[in-house]
Structures are given as C-alpha cells and as structure tokens.
C-alpha cells in the first residue's frame, strides 16, 4: 500500500497461493507502515484508487495495524487534503476493514 503496487485481482489470479503465505502475494511486515508518514503514503495510495475497503488477513502485527489504518483514517485524509495531496470530495471519508487471523501462534 505505501509503494502503491496495487493491482486488482480476481479468484483465478489468487486461488492457488492459499497454501505459499503473504510473500507470494508480494505482502510482508513493513517498518514504514509502523509510522504516521508510512500510514499516510499508505491512505493516499488508497484513497486514489478508490479503495475504501480492505482485507486483512495476519496476526496480531497485521491486525494492529490495520486497526491503527482505521483509527487515524479520517485524519489522514484531513491531512492529505490540507496538504492539497487528496481531494476530500472523493466520498473515501467511510474506510471499512475487515481482519482475518491467520496466525501461526
């Protein structure tokens, strides 16, 4: 999300990595994201695409931060948009995320 390497995908591009973990699907722990700027990079990159739901599937670390996303969401966009990065009008103001553990612990 902070590099911005989203693409969309469908069953027939995932469906046989169920067994290969998040690094076949180009997904692992990430020092950025543990900071404002690396959430914010993260927002912006969403926020453009369109994403306004997310889904993600870890162990504590992943869900953590996903509810951290969530948490700081509104002020994100507030800051983007103060610093003209991000129109608000986009309607993203509503940022859902689901978490599904999937933890070896």
């Keep these: 999300m902070i590099e911005g390497l989203i693409a969309p995908c469908g069953w027939n591009d995932v469906g046989h990595v169920l067994g290969e973990g998040g690094t076949m699907i180009k997904s692992s722990r990430c020092p950025a994201f543990m900071t404002r700027e690396g959430r914010k990079q993260a927002a912006l990159n969403l926020a453009r695409l369109g994403i306004d739901r997310l889904v993600v ?3 504590d670390g992943s869900l953590t931060g996903a509810n ?11 800051e983007l948009a103060k610093e ?3 129109d608000l009008e986009s309607g993203l103001r509503n940022f ?6 999937g933890s070896i612990d």
């Design 68 to 78: 951290v996303l969530r948490g700081e969401w509104s002020s994100l966009l507030q």
């Design 96 to 101: 859902r995320i689901a978490g599904v553990v």
């Design 57 to 59: 599937i870890g162990g």
């Design 84 to 86: 003209g990065q991000l």
